[in-house]
């Protein structure tokens, strides 16, 4: 065993546990902790696999920002009940069924015969060659990507007023 | 790099730029309106204009020929009539319309990238841009529940099934090697036998299923087209299957009908789809909900089109988006003349609608026997033309089982009509005073339903030709 | 996306696996030492007035969850699309020689749309905190 095969098996582990225990954690606040170890995890995963932009991104956006998007998101919430509520069956069953698709196909990508098909050749690449990679192939898909972000900016404002709108004399009449 | 083929896409994008401009200034609905108008009108000529227009742009990930033309023409064209029944705009806040136009041009523009796009992260991304920007336009409508509650639903199952996509897009990737749908079209039929090549093609249409209302995904048609706007609603169920249409006729070609098992996937879908919405429109009060499960049921037909992966089969998808883009766009121009308040409709009240307004009673009339598929009208075609590319690839038992679903259709269509012929109307309720231009409208939309009803040949030669490109 | 490693276009590139592994060492030793020594040397002596909350002596009343208004979300939600516009932006400006001033042209078209977007927020609204001025 190589030393990168036994830094994957290692990882792969942290990525599974805490991906597992945070999917089981009552107390929301936890269940996103545990996420962002599960991230660091990936991040570090991509780093092994050659791709340092990558894991860079994934540690800022991911763990970053959208970690203390989740946080807020939890806070802004009503969390009575919620620690010792079950989940209902309706929503077990499409849990266990796109459980089980995906399931199915990893059994079939295990099994399946690999011996014809050559394997895929690693994607390493350097900060500046992803990015020169990225903006020469595919600067199409940036700028649908920024009016995506735009079109987010023009609907998270009329969401946030209203449910702004909503709240606001709520919270006054608790005061 | 040849911007002129670009044109009808940088068109849109100026129209949504103006009214991102415009959402600052301040509030004036008439004023947006006229410009909307004009500014649509514009990409809609460009757009014919440049019809037979064709090249490769952006590295090859972006293809425009006769297919992708023909289905931008019919996408601008289908914006340009919900701009024009946006005069009233009745379901949506006063200071919300330059962005609705906004998030309308936009989605548009995205539909057409999603059209051209030959590349699957292109593909991705652009599917993304027009779920979002319908998401949003689901959430303004007017009294903020009923879009939220929906628009949330759209959101959840949306956000589902791209993810099934992209994963799906993944094991494509991870089998072949490849992300040009040139490179694609030729690696897939040789290891079309791996289970992950046809899974990852299977789960990649999920996504376009979820658009197009297709069975496991259907789930929020009737609440969508219920909870949004009705300009709103009508743009979903016009443009944006259109555009799906498309893609799908894309993804099917990949395979070059060389799998079976997708065949019958695809077959399968296509019976759950038009069964379980032609069954459950029959219990439908509203006539948005009704017009949500008629077009479940006639994604349901489309697949069958579609999964001849046949030129025949082609040329008739291709055709039917056409026939849904009109009639549906007629049924919704009957929605908003009646409900002009921008409340939702209940069949009840069309009753005496032949009283009210003759010509609208006509029109609704013209598009439910279009969707029931009663000859003379373009419904009656487009049928026609998707019955015999499936009798060719010798598929009886589908073409017997859609048969029975249009029969059972009828039946629903028929209690509408019966509603606005048969009935008297309610007390209190006078002539409908339809908006500016919209008796016009009505009367040239019933005019082009018959005419290519019955001589579809020169727009049947074009789509023809549209079809070959595709290959 | 192509096969990377056969365009000619990128470089392959070895993760430096030595450093890695020494530096995370370095840092699980170094953490283990601190927390090891503070739990060694402090000084433990627990009573019920130092386990409150508010060792000034305030006693806590009600529930600490309360509900955050909803400008918080909308802060947090702005932070993460412009961190996402960041990551764009990071990725152009690590190439930003080598793809010259068509790539240049790209980032400006990507940034101004963003910058309409933060215009759009600023003059509707979105960036004011606290009480509305009505």
């Known amino acids: 065993m190589t030393i990168y095969s036994t830094l994957f098996y ?27 170890i599960s991230f660091f995890g990936s991040a570090l995963l991509f780093y092994l696999f050659g791709a340092p932009l990558l894991a860079a991104l994934e540690v800022i956006i991911y763990a970053g920002a959208i970690m203390i998007l989740f946080l807020f998101i939890v806070m802004m919430l009503r969390m009575e009940g919620l ?39 690693a994607a390493a690449a350097a900060p500046a060659t992803f990015g020169q990679f990225l903006f020469q192939r595919h600067w199409l898909a940036i700028e649908i990507v920024s009016m995506l972000l735009l079109i987010a900016l023009v609907g998270v404002l009329r969401l946030g007023r209203d449910a702004g709108g909503k709240t606001r004399p709520e919270s006054e009449v608790a005061q | 790099m040849n911007w ?85 705009l009745n379901g949506i806040e006063r200071r919300y319309h330059p962005e609705f136009y906004m998030l309308l041009t936009i989605c548009t523009l995205a539909l057409m990238m999603l059209v051209s796009a030959v590349h699957i992260l292109t593909l991705y991304v652009a599917l993304e841009l027009s779920s979002y920007s319908l998401y949003i336009l689901v959430f303004l409508r007017k009294g903020r529940d009923q879009g939220t509650s929906s628009g949330m639903k759209f959101f959840l199952i949306g956000a589902s099934a791209s993810a099934t996509m992209l994963f799906g897009l993944a094991l494509l990737y991870g089998a072949t090697n490849a992300a040009y749908f040139r490179v694609l079209i030729e690696v897939i039929p040789g290891v079309i036998h791996q289970p992950e090549v046809i899974l990852g093609l299977a789960l990649a249409l999920c996504g376009f299923f979820f658009k197009m209302a297709v069975f496991p995904f259907h789930f929020w048609a009737p609440d969508v ?29 990949l395979t070059g009908g060389a799998s079976t098992h997708l065949v019958h996937f695809l077959a399968i879908l ?37 999964l001849c992966i046949s030129p025949q089969g082609n040329t008739s998808a291709i055709f039917y988006a056409l026939t849904v883009l009109l009639l549906k766009f007629t049924c919704f121009l009957v929605v908003v003349q009646v409900a002009f308040d921008g409340e939702n409709i209940e069949i009840d009240r069309l009753a005496g609608l032949h009283r009210r307004s003759p010509i609208m009673a006509l029109a609704l009339m013209t598009a439910l026997f279009g969707l029931a598929g009663i000859p003379p009208t373009i419904g009656f075609t487009g049928k026609l033309l998707i019955f015999t590319a499936a009798m060719e690839k010798g598929y009886f038992a589908l073409v017997l089982i859609a048969m029975f679903n249009v029969v059972i259709s009828l039946y629903y269509y028929l209690l509408v009509v019966r509603a606005a012929y048969l009935l008297e109307p309610a007390e209190g309720e006078g002539a409908l005073a339809p908006m500016p231009g919209a008796g016009i409208l009505a009367g040239t939309l019933v005019a082009a339903i018959v005419a290519i009803g019955i001589y579809p040949t020169p727009i049947l030669e074009l789509i023809r030709a549209a079809a070959m490109a595709l290959g | 996306m192509e096969p990377i490693l056969r365009s000619e276009l990128l470089t392959p590139w070895e993760p430096g696996i030595f450093s890695l592994v020494l530096f995370a060492a370095v840092v699980l030793v170094l953490v283990g030492f601190l927390l090891f020594i503070s739990a060694w040397l402090g000084e433990k002596s627990p009573n019920p007035d130092k386990l409150r909350p508010y060792e000034s002596g305030i006693i806590p009343t009600g529930s600490a969850r309360l509900r955050y208004p909803v400008p918080f979300f909308l802060v947090a939600i702005f932070f993460l699309i ?53």
């Open chain 1, 10 to 36: 290692l990882l792969a582990v942290l990525i599974l546990a805490s991906t597992a225990i945070a999917v089981t954690r009552r107390n929301m606040v936890h269940a996103v902790i545990y996420l962002v």
């Open chain 1, 83 to 121: 620690e010792d509520r079950l989940f209902p069956l309706k929503q077990w069953l499409p849990a266990v069924g796109v459980c089980f698709v995906y399931g199915m196909v990893l059994v079939m990508l295990i099994v399946s015969d690999t011996t014809d098909a050559p394997p895929m050749p």
């Open chain 2, 4 to 88: 002129m083929i670009f044109s009808p896409e940088i068109c849109c994008l100026a129209t949504a730029l103006v009214f991102l401009f415009l959402s600052m200034a301040p509030v004036d609905s008439r004023r947006d309106y006229i410009v909307a108008i004009a500014l649509t009108g514009v990409a809609v000529c460009a757009s014919l204009a440049g019809i037979h227009a064709q090249g490769e742009l952006f590295h090859g990930t972006y293809r425009i020929d006769l297919f992708s033309q023909v289905f931008k023409s019919m996408l601008l064209m289908g914006l340009f009539l919900v701009v024009v029944i946006s005069s009233g």
């Open chain 2, 225 to 253: 087209y219920e909870g949004a706007a009705h300009q709103v609603a009508a743009y979903i169920s016009t443009a944006s299957k259109v555009a799906v249409i498309a893609v799908l006729l894309r993804m099917a070609a």
């Open chain 2, 270 to 306: 296509a019976i759950i789809s038009m069964t379980v919405g032609n069954l459950t429109a029959i219990a439908q009060k509203d006539l948005k909900r009704l017009l949500a499960f008629s077009s479940i049921a006639h994604a349901g037909y489309v697949l069958v089109g579609i």
């Open chain 3, 82 to 134: 412009f961190d996402v516009e960041g990551a764009y932006i990071f990725s152009w400006a690590v190439a930003c020689e080598r793809i010259g001033w068509a790539g240049w042209m790209q980032m400006s078209f990507f940034i101004a749309v963003l910058l309409l977007g933060l215009v759009y927020i600023w003059q509707k609204g979105g960036l004011e905190w606290g009480p509305k001025k009505d």
